[in-house]
């Protein structure tokens, strides 16, 4: 299962961030799909997760500000009123079934700079 992400790059602060991802392959469901973040010298974290009930998840660093959404093989994350604190790699991750087996997928990640 590939995955292509769209978005990040640089935000001025008190803006927003759009981030989606999209899921090719030989996808026969998904479970659930998200967006994690890691910052330099931290453990990379939860943004957000929804899954294929639509039941969602937020991270604590984030709640309020995020908002998690998903159509077919595509989950968009938008961020409002981003702060240098959220500067960091984010990677979409999506979990499911294919074929034969439960697959696990990460994005190869998308720099996310919130500067002025």
């Known amino acids: 299962v590939q995955l292509q992400a769209s978005g990040g790059g640089l935000v001025q602060p008190g803006g927003y961030l759009r981030l989606s991802c999209t899921a090719s392959?030989?996808?026969?469901?998904?479970?659930?799909m998200g967006w994690y973040r890691q910052a330099p010298g931290k453990q990379r974290e939860l943004v957000a997760v929804?899954?294929?009930?639509?039941h969602k998840i937020y991270g604590d660093s984030v709640k309020g500000r995020v908002t998690i959404s998903s159509a077919q093989n595509t989950v968009s994350l938008q961020m409002n009123s981003v702060n240098t604190e959220d500067t960091a790699v984010y990677y979409c991750?999506?979990?499911?079934?294919?074929?034969?087996?439960?697959?696990?997928?990460w994005g190869q990640g998308t720099q996310v700079t919130v500067s002025s």
């Open positions: 991750n999506v979990k499911g079934e294919m074929t034969w087996r439960p697959f696990d997928s």
């Open positions: 929804i899954g294929s009930s639509g």
């Open positions: 392959g030989e996808i026969v469901s998904i479970d659930d």
